[in-house]
């Protein structure tokens, strides 16, 4: 089935293209229809190199999210080099980029983004990776990572050269991307061995002279050096990394099924006590967690607040006041849960408005009042666009036209309202807002929630992940923007 696959995607991208066709109509028809018999989801569209100028696009099939386990042992160094037949690679800490292939050759290149459209980063990383692959190849997922005797916050630093604005001399000098897995155009995870063998194993960057990727090397290869800190030398490659790990990724040589991995930072814990429970006001109107504990020393640090990573995690664990619970680091920086040994009931506050939130509250991380109404958020909508007004050296806002208040304002609103990164208004907006900021600002004073809504779906093409964030956001905004306007 790989190889009926490969066939109709190079007939189909010949025919898009409009390049010479190797089959008939009838005759593509018929291996279409025997390819979708088999796999229904099957999308020859997603094959198709992004068109020029286009700045997201939605990833393929077969992204997975790794399962994670945390080991009774708290040195994860015994968990290295152990347990032969098994393949286990370091779980890197950096940010996550899929290179995308055609036929076996370089498509495009995304960044993870919300997991179903990612930023195009084409330009910046097309000449770090392999620029041929084997035909079976779809995608390879790969983390950028920075050296930490480059760059003393490479974690940080690592995320900033994929998500942000910096300079390609930057990226060049720091960024170095390694390969964690290959998938076949059939959705299928490579094993480690097809993936070596599918996939050139390093890149020699003769501009910058130096290797700018390669695939993972197995634990065994790698010296863990430090907490947090391994270190890879290859010299015949030109490899001399040392970089920041979170865990192992431990998979059978044969099957990609039960992937999974160690946490590092669940490493040396510490337990306390929950002694309250502070919520904690975000700039867009939601509440967020953050445990008080019982003083606990971790790391040579003394801990009196940790996080749970989240509301849903809160409840889920039930770290209620006076649960008895294990602490660690993430990463190096952040004190979190890692287990909850004596687990209590975990009390919701009440909204300022009043309303008493509940779990149907809990939107993404946090808890967010369900009434478009809610003086609390419109409230905090205020505070937050005035910030963000001043911040953009817009203090003579009301100054400015209708027209170039909406743009500003959709600006804001896109970034802190929605938090869609991939609009970038300087870069990466899909339709210029000239063309739609008269029609938004008559929707607004219309107060027509529904075209609004609409008039931004059509104009940015959203994923459904991100519509019920929209919808649950637009009237009070429109609200806020109505009354700046009045």
Known sequence: MSNLKAEVIEAFIAHETGRPLKYTNSQYDEMLEQVKSEDPNFNPFEFLPIPEGSSSAEHR??????????????????????????????????????????????????????????????????????????????????????????????????????????????????????????????GEILTYKDFNNKVPSFVFNQILNRTTFFITPECKDIELVERGIAHYKDVERQIDLKFCIDGIVYTEDKDWDSVWCYKYDYLYPAETYVEDIQWRETPTGGLVSVLSVDEVELDNKTIRNVSTNGVPKLLELGCGVGSKIEVAFSGMTIPKVVNVLEPAEVVLPKCECGHQFTEDDIVSAQLVCPDPKCSYRLKKKRELMQSYLDAKQYNEYQNLTDSEYV??????????????????????????????????????????????????????????????????NSYATIKVIKDYLE
């Open 61 to 186: 099939s077969g992204i997975i999210a790794l399962d994670k386990y945390s080991p009774e042992g708290n040195d994860i160094a015994q968990y290295w080099n152990d347990e032969e037949g098994k393949v286990k690679t370091p779980k890197y800490d950096g940010s996550d980029i899929i290179i995308y292939y055609t036929n076996g050759k370089l498509s495009h290149i995304l960044s993870m983004g919300d997991k179903e459209i990612g930023v195009v980063q084409t330009d910046k990383f097309k000449e770090f990776v392999p620029d041929v692959v084997d035909k079976s190849i779809s995608f390879i997922r790969v983390e950028c990572l920075v050296d930490v005797r480059d760059y003393e916050g490479a974690r940080g630093k690592a995320n900033g050269l994929v998500n942000s604005c910096y300079k390609q001399d930057e990226v060049n000098e720091l960024a170095i991307l390694v390969g964690l897995h290959a998938v076949d155009i059939n």
């Open 407 to 472: 743009m500003a304002w959709f600006e804001w609103f896109i970034f802190a309202i929605l938090n869609i990164p991939r609009f970038n208004y300087e870069k990466k907006s899909l339709v210029p807002f000239e063309s739609i900021s008269s029609e938004l600002l008559q929707l607004i004073k219309d107060e027509k929630v529904d075209d609004f809504n609409m008039k931004i779906w059509n104009s940015y093409k959203m994923s459904d992940l991100n519509w019920d964030d929209l919808v649950r």
